[in-house]
Each structure stands twice: as C-alpha cells, then as structure tokens.
C-alpha cells in the first residue's frame, strides 16, 4: 500500500452521487450531494439537518423572489437564496455555533467581498429536447436538462464557452447525445478555468470516441474564445451519473491547465481535484497554516491530500511535509506539483490515510503536526486512532461537512486532544455548504507511552 507516488417521460433518477468529496454541489456540477435534504445520511445530525432545511428560519428579512436565480428551484444547487449574503454569513456561523461550539470558541466566518461567480468549475449537460439542442443543468435528482443561459456563481466567461459551443454544434454536425437511445455524440462540457493565470480547459465529453470535424470545431472555437489554452475529449460510454469517463485524449494544448494558490503553480487536469473557489481557498489554506503554528522544524502529515495543495503551501514553514491520498492520480500530481515548484522536503504517498498513518505510528516515525482534510463522510476510525498513537502535538482539522467534523472531534477530543479554535471559511456562497477549520493540541497525559524518535523514510 506504501506507495510512492512518482511524479420528462417518467423522470429517471439518478443514481446517489458518488463524489467522494466535496460540495460540488450544484447545478451543471453534476454529482452533487442531495441538495434537498442538505443532511448526510452517514453522519445523522438532526438538528443541522432541519436547520438546513429551512434555510429561512429564524431571519426575518427575506430576499424578494424577484431577485432569487431564475432556476434556483429546479435547480436545487444554491439552497440560501432566499437570504442576502450577509444574512447568509450569520445563517452558517449559527450552524458552526451549534455543532462546534460546543468544542472550542468558532472565530468569524470569513465571507467573501464579491460572492458571485467563484466557480472555476463549470459543467454543462447535453441533449436534445423536443428537437432542440439544448444545454444546461440537471433539474435537481433527474436527468432533465433545464437550459441555464446565466448563473449567478459559475465563471461568466466558463458560461459563454459552453454557449458558444452549443451554438456550434450544428454547422459541424455535432449531435448531442441522447441517454436513452444512446445516440448522438456530446455528453457534457467541462470548462475549468485557471483563475490567476486566466487560462482554459474545454473537455468535450462524448459518448463515442470519434468528434465529426474535430479540427475545424475546435478552430471555429478557438476564433471565438482564444482564452482556451487546451481542449481534451474525454469519452464517457457508461450510463451513470458520473460526467467524466476514464478515457481522455488531448485534442489541443498541453491537456492541462496551471493556476496559482498561495504562490505556487498547481498543474490542473479535467479530473483533478482542486477546489473550486479559488478566492477562498487560499484565504482557508493561509487560516489552516497558521493555526498549525509552524516553525521550520516540523514534520507535517498532509492527509487527505488530493494534489498536494494544502502540503506544499506549507512547506516553507515545516521541516518536512510527507503527503498521503487514495488516489494514485492525485497522489501523482501532488509529487509532480511538488517537482515543478522546486519543493525539496515534500513526499507523496499513494494508500488510504488510516492505513498509512497507522502504519507510521507502528514504525515509531514522529509526525508533529497533523493537516487532514477528508471528504465529506469525514474520518475513517481507523484514521482517527492511528491519530491518537502518532501523538502529533497539533491536529488542524479542515472539513466540508461540520456534522462529521463533530462527530471526529467528538472522538479526538475524548482520547487526549483539546480542541482551541475553528475558523468558518465560506466556500460556496449561496449554498448551504460551509467549510470549517477545526485546532487541536495533545494534553499533556502522564501515561503517553516513551516515544522513540527514528529516522523518517530518506528522501524528505
Ligand atoms: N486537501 C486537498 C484535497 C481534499 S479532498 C485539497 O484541499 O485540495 C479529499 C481528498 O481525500 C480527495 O482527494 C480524496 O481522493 C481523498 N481521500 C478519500 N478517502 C481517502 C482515504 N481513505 N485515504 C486517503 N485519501 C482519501
């Protein structure tokens, strides 16, 4: 496991959304969690989850329907937006009171200045619908697209690529696909844009391999958007929820896109993961650094690294960052991502994190500082004991789903940690998604076993 990772008929529903991670959460993002119950089922917190479903209670001011998105009902992606924005801000600091409060002092959210258009991310569906072309979102838990011509969180421009795009079609010959014949060619659109270097990924998703007129459609779009710097097709041929298939080729450009966080350059693909706000990802990973209180000194686990991002903006102040991610692809990235940026005193590994951290613990290897930062189920017990043996003096705890964040806090702060600080950061205005930074520090216990400090694995 120890790798080292180098380098509408009836509607039909759709199957549960298999993202392991995040808020994804909306719209033409495609898998999203279940935005009309806002609850997760594996984590059972009651009364978050009726809190979230009535988004209004308790604010008297609400937001006239006329100013409410246009598809926010059918949509079901944007659940607060029957509150303004700062309204918003008290809404999910009230929830961050109530379930981690009870664990240490919550800070302030920190909300955006212009909470409009963060998504970087940006996907659209396909189809055909009453024999037109249309594109567009999923109507919230079916497969029935609703033609979006303006959203108020995605990237404009993201949105203008996938009408141009559409627009298109029909002079080159482009079908979009149909799910039930399985015919016709175009799934989905992704587009990701590189949000400080302005650059831009199409993938083209398609149910076949073969694009009618690739080259000249990709020319007439490129005449039209020479901001895109790449365009990948990538062929999805199974019928699932999922947006993205396995097979991809580059059609333009590296097949990859960079963008900048924390004064580093992260290399994108169309599968990555890499968060989606950009803005306040660097605002949440600069508050996480901090609350690690880092030295130079330190040997930090990065888990749950994904491409490394949280790992390599904090290695200038650590001794040593080891990362760890299931994903061998991420856990590639992350190594490559550590490469380019001329990152010495960070390695990436391959493998599940409890596993990994278990193991580490067992070889009597000193992690100092823990950095985790799970998907939305939150930590695995195993994760959470492994914890408790490595001992590191401070845990900062990222999450995206408080109610299991306080459920694993629950469980660290009864075996020998002390939760001191979370710090909300709103990551997905309009949503009732929230982003939490949980510190802890080990207590002083009289029977912590002697520890015996060896030497990391070489190559830090
Ligand atoms: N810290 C990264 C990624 C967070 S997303 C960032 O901020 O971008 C959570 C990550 O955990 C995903 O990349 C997912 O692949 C990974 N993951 C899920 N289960 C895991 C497990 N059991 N062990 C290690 N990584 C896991």
């Known amino acids: 496991m120890r790798k080292q990772a180098e380098g509408k008929k009836p509607a039909r529903r759709k199957p549960a959304a298999h993202s392991a991670r995040r808020p994804e959460h909306a719209g033409r993002s495609g898998q999203k969690p279940s935005p009309a119950s806002g609850t997760d089922r594996r984590s059972g917190a009651p009364a978050a989850a009726r809190e979230q479903r009535q988004p209004a209670a308790g604010f008297a001011v609400q937001r006239p329907r006329s100013e409410r998105c246009p598809y926010s009902r059918k949509c079901g992606g944007c659940q607060l937006q029957n509150l303004e924005y700062p309204d918003q801000l008290r809404w999910k600091q009230r929830l961050m009171e109530r379930l981690i409060g009870r664990f240490c002092s919550v800070a302030p959210i920190l909300g955006m200045d212009e909470p409009y258009h963060y998504r970087c991310k940006v996907q659209a569906a396909f189809g055909v619908v009453r024999g037109k072309f249309v594109c567009g979102i999923y109507q919230s838990s079916t497969h029935h697209i609703i033609p979006v011509e303006h959203c108020r969180i995605e990237d404009e421009n993201a949105g203008r690529i996938i009408a141009d795009i559409l627009a298109l079609l029909p002079k080159f010959h482009i079908v979009p696909y149909n799910e039930d014949t399985q015919r016709g060619v175009l799934r989905h659109v992704l587009v990701r844009r590189g949000y400080a270097t302005g650059q831009y990924l199409v993938a083209l998703v398609t149910g076949t391999p073969v694009l009618p007129a690739k080259n000249n459609f990709i020319r007439a779009l490129l005449k039209l958007h020479p901001e895109i710097t790449t365009v990948v097709l990538n062929v999805n041929r199974k019928r699932t929820s999922m947006v993205l298939g396995d097979e991809e080729q580059t059609l333009y450009g590296p097949g990859t896109i960079e963008d900048e966080l924390c004064g580093l350059r992260f290399r994108i693909s169309a599968s990555s993961f890499y968060q989606v706000n950009p803005v306040q990802t660097e605002r949440l990973y600069r508050a996480a650094i901090e609350m690690a209180q880092l030295t130079g000194t330190e040997t930090v686990l990065d888990a749950y690294c994904g491409v490394g991002t949280i790992g390599l903006a904090a290695s200038a102040k650590a001794g040593k960052v080891i990362g760890v991610e299931l994903n061998p692809a991420a856990a590639r990235d992350a190594a490559e991502n550590a490469r380019r ?4 005193n960070a390695r990436f590994y391959a493998g599940d994190a409890g596993e990994f951290l278990r193991e580490t613990a067992e070889a009597g290897e000193k992690i100092d500082v823990v950095m985790m930062d799970p998907p939305r189920a939150g930590s695995s017990r195993e994760f959470l004991a492994a914890v408790c043996q490595a001992a590191p003096s401070r845990v900062v705890y990222i999450s995206c789903n408080p109610e299991t964040q306080a459920r694993d806090l629950a469980y660290l702060t009864s075996h020998g ?44």
Request: overall charge positive.
């Open 417 to 460: 940690y002390r939760a001191e600080r979370a710090q909300p950061v709103d990551m997905f205005p309009w949503t009732h998604h929230c982003e939490n930074i949980v510190s802890l520090t080990r207590r002083a216990t009289p029977h912590a076993p002697p520890r015996t400090r060896v030497p990391a694995r070489s190559g830090g």
């Open 341 to 344: 940026n001329g990152v010495k």
